[in-house]
């Protein structure tokens, strides 16, 4: 088996790093689920452009992103024979335009979204010995996110500018794609590919969002247990359940993936595992949360986090319990269909999928809310080397 060399500027692991050496060819169950798999990262992507720049732009870009597509062999022949160097410039120039694209266009887009009000306002109160949670952003919404999301945002806070902490958020989004296709050339190309240009993450950055950041803790996870799936014992058992605690304390939203991920835990490393999990979690998240819902239960509860979530759900009592059936039912077939740690990444593209379309139907339509869906996508390509990162996929030994 191919010895794999480490990450760096000259060098890129796996096969890129031998440019003698012909990308491997998938099977034709392989390349249609990585022609489906590129086909949903433009299909969430297409309602930005179409919004913004209208529908014509929104064909071009979906023709253009189709020929990288078909392209992909090509493009990783030149990755390869150009070492990282090809990569780490397309990564480096996104990252740059992002960072313009904040400075120019970010104040306008602060009369129309509020999350970096929230996070911003979250701290402000909190200086000043209020409740964080009784305050509204500067568009009188109330703010939803858990404690983590303000404390991951604080150093961007301090310096001004929280849209700096999605920049931050796609380039460690690029590290996890590196690592998760390390010896997957095409999918490694493609994958960036659909990161550095997506509309969805430049419209998180000049918008001065948080979801991204939050999507990527949670592919933090991900890419942890696809390495540590047969050595879940001991410290790593208790460190996977301290992480899962901050990862409960972070958004509601993202509940669901995290269910799906307690199954997969008591499938693979057993109840005693899974109980000391749970237990470091919930040490977690009690020292993370309940200091908040003892301050001021009944805001807490009725109206901020909890209470704004809740209503996400509609004022329809039938809706309000038919939604939370719906996503257990996906969490708990998704979570039983794995057969690995690998099948995580696609498993949480259903689940969040219920999670934006109930948002969608019963409350309002938040194109940001596709980053859900946006970024597992980004890891579920097929493996060049025969083992499938999607539904296909078998355990890894």
Not at 57 to 74: N, Q, R
Not at 226 to 232: A, G, K, P, T
Not at 303 to 321: C, F, H, N, Q, W
Not at 376 to 381: I, T, V
Request: net charge positive; aromatic share 8%; glycine share 8%.
């Amino acid at each position: 088996m191919q010895k794999v060399k480490g990450v760096g500027l000259k060098t890129i692991p796996g096969p890129l790093a031998k440019a003698a050496l012909p990308v491997p060819r998938l099977g034709w169950r392989e390349e249609l689920w990585r022609l489906a798999v590129f086909s949903g990262l433009v299909l969430v992507n297409s309602p930005v452009v179409a919004r913004y720049l209208g529908h014509g732009v929104a064909l071009l870009y979906a023709a253009g992103m189709a020929t990288v597509c078909f392209v992909g062999p090509w493009l990783s022949r030149r990755a390869r024979a150009h070492g990282a160097r090809l990569l780490v410039l397309g990564i480096g120039s996104s990252a740059l335009a992002q960072a313009v694209g904040l400075s120019w266009l970010g104040p306008v887009f602060d009369a129309g979204m509020d999350r970096d009000s929230a996070l911003i306002g979250w701290w402000s109160a909190l200086a000043q010995g209020q409740f964080p949670y009784s305050v509204r952003t500067h568009l009188g919404n109330p703010i939803s996110v858990l404690p983590v999301m303000p404390a991951v945002a604080l150093p961007f806070v301090l310096l001004g500018n929280v849209g700096y902490l999605e920049v931050v958020s796609f380039l460690c989004l690029a590290a996890l794609l590196w690592h998760h296709y390390s010896r997957s050339p095409r999918a490694l190309v493609l994958s960036l590919a659909a990161l550095c240009s997506a509309p969805l993450v430049f419209l998180e950055v000049i918008g001065r969002s948080d979801l991204l950041a939050n999507m990527a803790l949670l592919m933090l996870l991900l890419t942890w247990l696809e390495v540590n799936e047969h050595d879940l014992r001991g410290r790593r058992v208790l460190l996977l359940g301290g992480y899962l605690g901050c990862l409960l304390a972070t958004r509601v939203a993202v509940f669901p993936s995290l269910v799906v991920v307690a199954i997969g835990l008591l499938r693979w490393a057993g109840p005693r595992a899974f109980a000391k999990a749970a237990a470091a979690s919930s040490v977690v998240v009690g020292v993370l949360v309940l200091p908040f819902l003892l301050w001021d239960p009944l805001t807490f509860l009725t109206y901020a986090p909890l209470g704004v979530t809740s209503e996400k759900l509609g004022s329809d009592p039938l809706a309000r319990i038919a939604w939370p059936m719906l996503a257990g039912c996906v969490v708990l077939a998704t979570g039983l269909a794995m057969r690995g740690a690998r099948n995580l990444f696609i498993a949480q593209v259903p689940v969040m999928a219920t999670v934006v379309l109930a948002t969608s139907l019963a409350f309002t339509v938040d194109l940001s809310y596709l980053q859900l869906v946006f970024v597992p996508l980004l890891f579920a390509f097929p493996l060049d080397e025969g083992q499938p990162a999607g539904p296909p996929a078998q355990a890894r030994d």
